[in-house]
């Protein structure tokens, strides 16, 4: 699994790549492998206002359906729409053309609450095979 | 009166195909001009259609006509039946869904006259038996479950948990304050969190705790005069009882909220405790699963709502009720009911076979269901827990639930393990559910499995497990012996085909 060195992790497996403060929030290379092969994602209408660990969609796998949570404070400023026709983009690429949401944050200091890529790599070695 | 389009191009493409490997449809089957009956010459005066249908109501033409023969027609539906599985041909032991053996006492009672030929909208005269037959079935599932009052009105699982639902919502209504949430474990059956919010409720989830049960503490924490009510499975969906189901009950009384059980794993204590001593105050009961009646394809289902004291001025009208002279009556005075539920008196034909099941049981016979339906499983979960990873050690009762990790080293998953089962001709357990388990393999034998059905389960479960080792391609690449063989279901349900072309 890879991990990429410049981007904060939540508990529930959503990743936050920070540009200036607008964050781009997707699954974790972890959590597409667990879900499997995804085939639908739900998400949220351009405008909307997420608190922290607010429903930010849903995502779809041959297994079963999952919550996706915000992991930060804000507007939702795009979504990726090509995941409405190419949900595979989470399984083949989840940290680049299987983005989901951005989101302008309330408080950049919000990500500083997250996990690290070690301290996310760490976590899932003890989440893995409950 | 239709006039047949020409399709040369389907024509010969039938024609030129090979011998099918599969089935195919029955438009696939078509061939032009065939038809499954055929009409004496007229002998009345020829009207045209168009005297007879106004122009919005008529077509010149059929698309795709589909056009066979009878025997086309039976040969084609015979070649499919041999190709379903089903539990009339073995086990069948889909975790969570309780496919046991459908007693054929149930069919015949269900097809006498008076009941099979009755209609629902027959003056209340006319169908004493009938409205007879729903007030015995009430009072025996009152005594089953302990409820003081039941509903027979729910068809379907979903159904009765909304039912429910709705009717707590009404009474906190009634009472001032409707609350805003529904507590439901991580463990729960996946149509609790959807039923609660149809009924517009938010969801809190709890966190199961180590055992697979509810963490009292964190149930203490969580309930405030927000929360409606706690929705819990017992036993839940890892097959485990909840033991502190009395305590958990008083926590949720004291804040004013209300305890909802789903029922749908009552085969596993049926006869031998009742929700109602447990302090439940809804409880449902899937006729289609613990009380035998056809489901999963084979019928509609029926599920019967039990509540407490407090709950039965709410209750879906019409109830039936017995006058002082001993005739029967449907009651539709309550004036602080629900309302209907469901269209008459729910799924009738289900109803009956229902209660033949429980008479021809009796008490002592139903008592015997939840202990053997408990000891198969556990007989499966002994014979198999060295192979295969058991994620909670608590005791099962009527389903026990293992997971892939063993298995996964060798790259080989539930779903793997899963396709191959049906090369040993077995119907695979539920996979990948309950969700808090990864790679879960949830396997519910019921009652109704004698032991050498359970043996050759518990044969080829052992054997994959060796393949799995010795072998991880082979059962990698299952199933090899089915008319198909591995399906690509992440294309299906990303690019479904929805409907036949030619």
Known sequence: MTTPEDSRYAKSHEYVHMEGDIGTIGITDYAQKELGDVVFVELPQVGAQLELGDELGSIESVKAVSELFSPVTGEVIEVNEALADKPELVNTDPYGDGWMVRIRLAARDEVDELMSAEEYEDYTKHESGS | ?502
């Not at chain 2, 959807?194 to 809190?204: L, V």
């Open chain 2, 1 to 502: 009166m239709s006039t047949i389009i020409e399709k040369p191009e389907a024509a010969a493409k039938l024609a030129a195909a090979p011998a099918f490997n599969r089935e195919g449809l029955i438009f696939e089957h078509s061939k032009k001009g065939r038809r499954g009956y055929s009409l004496p010459a007229l002998d009345v005066p020829r009207r045209e259609l168009s005297d007879l249908l106004p122009a919005e109501l008529r077509r010149d033409t059929i698309d795709d006509e589909c056009e066979v023969s009878e025997v086309d027609v039976i040969r084609h539906f015979t070649r499919l039946s041999k190709l379903n599985v089903s539990i009339d041909a073995g086990l069948y032991p889909l975790g969570s869904c309780t496919m046991k053996h459908n007693p054929r006492i149930n069919e015949e009672i269900a097809r006498i006259g008076g009941f099979a030929q009755s209609h629902p909208m027959q003056p209340e005269d006319q169908v004493q038996g009938n409205l007879e037959l729903l007030w015995n079935l009430e009072q025996s599932l009152k005594e089953i479950l302990g409820m003081p009052r039941v509903t027979l009105q729910p068809v379907a699982g979903a159904h009765r948990e909304l039912t429910g639902i709705l009717m707590i919502h009404k009474a906190l209504a009634t009472g001032g304050n409707a609350r805003k949430y529904i507590l439901i474990p991580d463990s729960a059956h996946g149509t609790n969190p959807a039923s609660a919010n149809f009924a517009g409720y938010g969801i809190r989830e709890l966190k199961s705790n180590s055992r697979g049960t509810l963490d009292l503490d964190l149930l203490e924490k969580q309930v405030d005069e927000d929360v409606a009510a706690l929705m819990i499975t017992v036993p839940n969906t890892l097959g485990v009882f909840e033991d502190q189901i009395t305590a958990i009950a008083g926590i949720l009384h004291r804040k004013g909220a209300y305890l909802y059980c789903d029922g749908a794993n009552l085969n596993s204590f049926v006869g031998i405790a009742r929700p109602g001593d447990m302090g439940i105050d809804v409880i449902h009961s899937n006729l289609h699963k613990t009380f035998s009646t056809p489901h999963g394809g084979g019928g509609p289902g029926a599920g019967p709502v039990g509540v407490s004291e407090r709950l039965i001025p709410f209750l879906p009208t019409p109830t039936i009720e017995k006058g002082d002279d001993g005739s029967f009556f449907l009651d539709y005075n309550h004036a602080a009911s629900i309302g209907r539920v469901r269209a008459f008196n729910g799924n009738f034909g289900v109803l009956v076979r229902a209660l033949t099941y429980m008479r021809s049981m009796g008490p002592t016979g139903l008592r015997r269901v939840a202990q053997l339906a408990v000891l198969n499983a556990n007989y499966i979960r002994a014979r198999l827990k060295a192979a295969y990873h058991l994620p909670y050690d608590a005791p099962s009762l009527h389903e026990v639930v293992f997971s892939d990790r063993n298995q996964t080293s060798r790259d080989v998953h539930t779903l793997d393990i899963a396709k191959r089962l049906m090369d040993y001709g077995f119907h695979p357990p539920t996979i990948y559910f309950p969700l808090i388990v990864a790679g879960a393999l949830m396997i519910e034998p019921t009652e109704t499995e004698p032991k050498e059905e359970l043996d050759a389960f518990c044969d080829a479960m052992l054997a994959i497990a060796t393949e799995c080792e010795e072998r991880p391609e082979l059962v990698r690449s299952a199933p090899h012996t089915t008319p198909v063989r591995r399906l690509d279901e992440a294309r299906a349900a990303r690019q479904p085909i929805l409907r036949w072309k030619p």
